[in-house]
């Protein structure tokens, strides 16, 4: 598996960085997660093909990681033509919600002139779905009062496991969803607890120790914590004894894991563009 970080910042495009989304390419397939309004830019700087997308899966409905779907969409159908469906998959009330962001922007596309069906997929708060090359588990994050966020566990069947906290405050259930992962993609907006909603440096430092992947990827980004990334792990490596080997992340940056003997281990590369 491949995991291509488009974007890496908070809301507000934080250090100049993109909104935090991934690229997941698979031995079967492409997917997204989350499509902030500047995941079709990012891909643009990235190289890589919109058109390979098979689907996107959401961890939530906040604008930095749903508005960029309506370029998406109205890039696959005039610039790349597509015919075969998108799937886009994501808590309780994604049609609604995907559907009423795209008609704000684009509504006579939207609602006739798209050459291609899209495939809605409503993931439970807490289960199992098969996404076409893609197996999803989901819990429910603490973000906001809609109550609809969640957090991801995605793996390519018989290969490589990753987890995504998407925003949350920090819950249980992050750990669950991390542990025997080849990788935690795991937001950290703060540098001091007390952001509703949202987990800090304050709050991970003294949990590293608790995260069972192999490593941990940390990403939607404030410009502080970013400005103060290296000496935060450094100070983290001296107190927290074997702590996952982290990194924190930039927008362009390559991780990939060869399947299955690599699943356990951490990245193998990661090469900032």
């Known amino acids: 598996m491949r995991l291509v970080v488009i974007g890496s910042a908070d809301a507000y495009n934080a250090a100049g960085r993109g909104h935090s989304c991934y690229w997941l390419e698979t031995r079967a397939g492409v997917w997204m997660v989350d499509f902030g309004a500047t995941a079709l830019q990012g891909l643009r700087r990235c190289g890589l093909d919109p058109g390979r997308l098979e689907g996107v899966v959401l961890t939530h409905f906040h604008g930095d990681h749903i508005g ?3 370029y998406l969409l109205i890039d696959l159908a005039f610039n790349h033509d597509r015919r075969h469906p998108l799937s886009i998959a ?3 009330g994604t049609r609604c919600r995907v559907e009423a962001v795209c008609r704000a922007a684009y509504g006579e596309v939207i609602d006739t002139r798209l050459p291609f069906v899209l495939d809605f997929i409503e993931l439970p708060p807490r289960g199992r779905e098969r996404l076409a090359s893609l197996n999803v588990e ?3 994050a603490e973000h906001g009062s809609e109550g609809h966020a969640l ?6 069947p018989g290969g ?3 987890a995504f906290t998407g925003d949350t405050a920090m819950v249980e259930a992050i750990f669950e969803a991390a542990r025997g992962a080849a990788c935690l993609v795991a937001e950290c907006t703060e540098l001091r607890a007390g952001t509703p909603g949202h987990c800090s440096w304050e709050e991970w ?3 590293l120790s608790r995260v069972e992947s192999a490593s941990v990827v940390f990403t939607h980004l404030s410009a502080e914590v970013r400005a103060k990334g290296p000496r935060l ?3 983290a490596l001296g107190a927290a ?17 060869d399947p299955p003997a690599d699943a356990g281990r951490p990245p193998a590369d990661q090469r900032p563009k």
């Open 68 to 70: 960029g779907l309506p």
């Open 90 to 92: 994501g808590p309780a």
């Open 138 to 140: 989901t819990w429910p």
């Open 151 to 156: 957090l991801l566990r995605v793996e390519e």
């Open 160 to 162: 490589v496991a990753l």
């Open 205 to 207: 430092r003294g949990s």
């Open 233 to 235: 792990l450094d100070e």
């Open 241 to 257: 004894g074997c702590p996952p080997k982290a990194v924190f992340a930039d927008d362009g940056a390559v991780f990939a894991w």
